[in-house]
């Protein structure tokens, strides 16, 4: 059963980089066909995907955020990290790590809270 779990800092000062670990269990990061993606949901808003890397490291963003976010992978530790810079409080959300199958986003992170704030 494939695990995933989001770690980092709950809260972020305006302007800074708000940085993001998700530890796989149950599953490799190298596995064909399967994507590691980050989505997060503001409050009272609706779901928000951010970017996807894939089984061979290619990454993909969300054009409305691609200019703020990354995404890497460390494979010996299984993990995928999210690094998004200059960060305001439109960035407070909660932030969820998944694992997808082209469109079927099939096993979940517990998500975590991120509060931009001074």
């Known amino acids: 059963q494939v695990q995933l779990q989001e770690s980092g800092p709950g809260l972020v000062k305006p302007s800074q980089t708000l940085s993001l670990t998700c530890t796989v269990s149950g599953g490799s990061l190298t596995t064909l066909n399967y994507y590691w993606s980050w989505i997060r949901q503001p409050p009272g808003k609706g779901l928000e995907w951010m970017g996807t890397?894939?089984?061979?490291?290619?990454?993909y963003y969300s054009p409305s955020l691609k200019s703020r976010t990354s995404i890497s992978r460390d494979t010996s530790k299984n993990q995928f990290t999210l690094r998004v810079s200059s960060v305001t409080p439109e960035d407070t959300a909660v932030y969820y790590c998944?694992?997808?199958?082209?469109?079927?986003?099939?096993?979940w992170g517990q998500g975590t809270q991120v509060t931009v704030s001074s």
């Open positions: 998944v694992r997808n199958e082209g469109a079927i986003y099939n096993y």
């Open positions: 890397i894939d089984y061979s490291g290619s990454t």
